[in-house]
């Protein structure tokens, strides 16, 4: 074979190789490039939609922090002002019970003291009448003198 005609068909070869890869082998691969290329920028684009994102979730995050220490420390507030009413009122209830315990003391030291001057009576009348019956001579019947003995004991 004449080295000529070799290279001529070597280039027809070659050029029917480039013509080929240039129809039907670029265009797909071209294609899945710009596919790639669209894709990988679509990913950037979403992962700043997501820095934006995460930045305004992480302000809405420090102000429903901010929001919940309020409402804590009212809370807390609230708690503390409840505690002292409980404590102011259990101040007024147990010194209403003492008062109560006091005036009841007092009721029963009235009631004991009626009773200690009526017993004193019966023996002050019991005395009195002993000692008329001494001065007397003679006994005085307690059955027959109770109007006297009732009259002497309410005078005493």
Do not use: C, W
């Amino acid at each position: 074979m004449n080295l000529g005609m070799t290279l001529l068909l070597q280039g027809i070869g070659f050029f029917i190789f480039l013509f080929v890869v240039y129809k039907f082998v670029l265009p797909p691969l071209a294609d899945a490039v710009e596919g790639r290329r669209r894709q990988i920028a679509d990913g950037l684009a979403e992962a700043e939609k997501g820095k934006a994102s995460l930045a305004i979730a992480q302000k809405e995050v420090d102000k429903l922090i901010a929001e919940a220490k309020a409402k804590a420390a009212d809370i807390v507030a609230q708690a503390e002002k409840q505690r002292n009413v409980t404590i102011e009122a259990s101040k007024a209830d147990a010194k209403a019970a003492g008062e109560r315990e006091k005036q009841m003391a007092a009721d029963e030291i009235a009631q004991l003291s009626v009773k200690a001057k009526e017993e004193l009576r019966d023996r002050v009348a019991d005395l009195a009448v002993a000692g008329a019956q001494r001065i007397l001579k003679r006994e005085i019947n307690p059955q027959v003198h109770s109007d006297l003995l009732a009259q002497l004991k309410a005078e005493l």
